[in-house]
């Protein structure tokens, strides 16, 4: 391992990471239809010719083909090479970030699923079962791993005293996001009469739980921080136009994303700022 050079180990992962884009692609499509990841093969939305391997290169063949389908020159929509491009991006974040490191395998895993959530939310306002549950298997999967051969995987952080091996600090974690998201649901449920967070929204929150440890209270302050900004911006635009609703996956990915790549820096930073350090 010593003697892969980093460049060509980053490099390699960012490519695998725009190969895995158009799997991303088809599953963010197919999922929420309950359709079938693996057939038929990729074809064409408008006139349903089979894609030919040529032209299904991520990102090059939008661009070689000019956003049209090369039968029937429909166009095709510039968010499936953006799809691929962000998951190249995601992947390469992950190697920079642990290196060559069991950590990278599982925050790719993270990113990867986080990324396709984000988008299904987007679409359907709907946070699938399949895929949450797929990122918990993950998760699990890693914890498990971290904890019977030592080797850092989940959670993507640890602490001291009770909280230094990975299964009580993953535990803590799920304990936290699920239950402080349950009960902010349950509290703006009494106030509002209408719920904040959906319960696609708490099963995330308990399954990134597993990934951040205690962390998670930070990826929900991140979300809610850009929620609300992103939120106003969104309400003025649709200014009259009923009630503009707003998923809070995406936040939650985002949060997950930033936490995960600057979490414990910015938190010293701010124990720093505030004394306590
Ligand atoms: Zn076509």
Not at 4 to 22: A, D
Not at 87 to 109: D, K, N, Q, V
Not at 181 to 204: E, P, Q, T, V
Not at 263 to 273: A, E, H, I, K
Request: proline content about 6%.
């Amino acid at each position: 391992m010593e003697s892969i050079p980093i460049w060509f180990f980053l490099m390699s992962t960012g490519l695998f990471g725009l190969l895995f884009g158009s799997l991303a692609n088809v599953i963010i499509w197919r999922v929420p239809r309950g359709e079938s990841i693996v057939s038929p093969g990729s074809h064409c939305p408008g006139c349903g010719t089979p894609i030919r391997w040529y032209d299904n290169i991520p990102v090059a063949s939008w661009v070689i083909l000019g956003a049209r389908c090369r039968e029937c020159g429909g166009r095709i929509s510039a968010r499936y090479p953006i799809v691929e491009a962000t998951s190249g991006l995601l992947w390469l974040a992950a190697a920079a970030r642990w290196g060559m490191s069991a950590r990278t395998l599982f925050g790719i895993g993270l990113f990867y699923l986080l990324l396709i959530l984000t988008l299904i939310d987007l679409d359907h306002m709907r946070l699938p079962n399949a895929i949450v549950a797929a990122l918990g298997v993950v998760g699990v999967v890693g914890v498990l791993f971290a904890q019977l051969t030592g080797v850092p995987a989940v959670p993507l952080f640890i602490g001291r005293g009770l909280l230094s091996a990975p299964m009580p600090y993953a535990a803590s974690g799920i304990v936290i996001g699920g239950g402080i998201s349950a009960a902010i649901a349950g509290a703006y449920a009494l106030i509002r009469k209408s719920a904040g967070l959906g319960m696609g929204d708490i099963k995330l929150l308990a399954v990134l739980g597993l990934f951040f440890g205690p962390y998670v209270l930070m990826v929900l302050m991140v979300a809610s921080i850009l929620g609300a900004v992103v939120g106003v911006a969104v309400l003025r635009r649709h200014k009259g136009a009923g009630q503009a609703r707003v998923p809070f996956g995406p936040f939650l990915a985002s949060g997950a994303l930033l936490v995960a790549l600057w979490g414990p820096v910015v938190l010293d930073w701010y124990l720093r700022l505030a004394g306590v350090r």
